[in-house]
């Protein structure tokens, strides 16, 4: 396998469900990011990671529990989630936290909740 | 706060025409890098170009071209001689680090370009 890969590729879930994304980058980055991506909206920037230290919580719920065991894996964990979560989720790798790195994107986990 | 904004919702055209992805942005920052991507049905963002606030350089790639202008706080993206390959949705996008040292990426609404064989 290469670049950045996501499963499941689509997940529907009840409001009552526990289930889990994840994300693997085969590129020997440092840095992973989870982005979500729904209708209408703009893609929003949800956590970061650098040496596998949370970096960045961008005023996420608490229904999103993010975990990073070490720097090629990213799991999202979901638990009591509401249908405006419904979206999709990308996950992206980049060499470091840099600015100056372009991230690499996963193609990405199609969520809904029922 | 930064901002970026993709005017263009919705973009429709023949196949060989050009056509203009506008982006518009901003930031208090000095230092700060600039992309696009390219997002096809398929769902993962491909990323096309990077450029810093330093150098404001156009730059040709092939049938892509970059139009950096500071003054103008824009960074637009021409597509010459449009293939229906090229139907996706782009997005425009700003980084800076942030005070955690990592980079944060801001993204446009994007821009849906559908050509038309």
């Known amino acids: 396998e290469t670049g950045v890969t996501q499963t499941p590729r689509h997940l529907v879930m009840g409001m009552t469900n526990k289930k889990s994304l994840k994300c693997e980058q085969h590129?020997?980055?440092?840095?992973m990011y989870w982005y979500k991506q729904s209708a209408k909206k703009p893609l929003e920037l949800m956590f970061v990671?650098?040496?596998?230290?949370?970096?960045e919580n961008n005023s996420v719920p608490s229904r999103f529990s993010p975990e990073c065991p070490n720097s090629s894996h990213l799991f999202l964990h979901l638990h009591t989630l509401q249908p405006e979560d419904s979206a999709l989720y990308l996950c992206?790798?980049?060499?470091?936290?840099?600015?100056?790195?372009?991230?690499?994107f996963g193609p990405g986990t199609r969520l809904t909740v029922l | 706060a930064q901002k970026v904004t993709q005017a263009q919702t919705e973009i429709s055209v023949v196949e060989k025409e050009d056509v203009t992805l506008d982006c518009v942005y901003e930031?208090?920052?000095?230092?700060?890098?600039l992309f696009w991507y390219k997002q096809p049905p398929s769902g993962e963002l491909v990323f096309l170009i990077r450029?810093?606030?330093?150098?404001?350089q156009n730059e040709i790639s092939g049938r892509y071209s970059w139009n950096f202008q500071k003054s103008t706080s824009s960074f637009n993206f021409t597509i010459t001689a449009s293939q229906v390959v090229d139907s996706a949705v782009y997005f425009c996008?700003?980084?800076?680090?942030?005070?955690?040292?990592?980079?944060?990426?801001?993204f446009g609404k994007g821009t849906k370009l559908t050509v038309n064989p």
């Open positions: 990671y650098n040496f596998k230290e949370q970096t």
């Open positions: 930031t208090r920052d000095t230092t700060y890098y």
């Open positions: 450029r810093n606030s330093f150098d404001e």
């Open positions: 996008a700003l980084s800076e680090e942030s005070q955690g040292g990592s980079e944060k990426l801001v």
């Open positions: 992206a790798s980049s060499p470091s936290g840099s600015s100056y790195n372009e991230q690499f």
């Open positions: 590129l020997g980055h440092n840095a």
